[in-house]
């Protein structure tokens, strides 16, 4: 099992940016799609983005898409959320997964077995 650890969250102010990463250890990284899941309080855990295991593709949630960019580096067994524009409702604690199976992508979060602790963002003036 992949072990995942996130780190680079903190306080940014509106419209601000913040990039962050995802150390994998413990499994075969470059075989598996990465997501990014986000919780605000109150809420389920949503979908911000995944990208495949070579990188090649991606796919991100409406709200996000145009603002936040996943990419990978397999070499350092990472995988980054750079996100830019930030507002106060992308406020939320921030999970990276890895995917339960080799090779799959897609958006639900029941299809992803290792997450990270999580990391807070907040988007404050």
């Known amino acids: 099992q992949v072990q995942l650890v996130e780190s680079g969250g903190g306080l940014v102010q509106p419209g601000g940016s913040l990039r962050l990463s995802c150390a994998a250890s413990g499994g075969t990284f470059s075989m598996y799609a990465m997501g990014w899941f986000r919780q605000a309080p109150g809420k389920e855990r949503a979908f911000v983005g995944v990208?495949?295991?070579?990188?090649?593709?991606?796919d991100y949630a409406d709200v996000v898409k145009g603002r936040f960019t996943i990419s990978r580096d397999n070499a350092k067994n990472t995988v980054y959320l750079q996100m830019n524009s930030l507002t106060a409702e992308d406020t939320a604690v921030y999970f990276c997964a890895a995917a339960r199976k080799t090779f799959y992508f897609g958006s639900d979060k029941a299809d992803f077995g290792s997450w990270g602790q999580g990391i807070q963002v907040t988007v404050s003036s």
């Open positions: 990208i495949s295991w070579s990188g090649s593709r991606t």
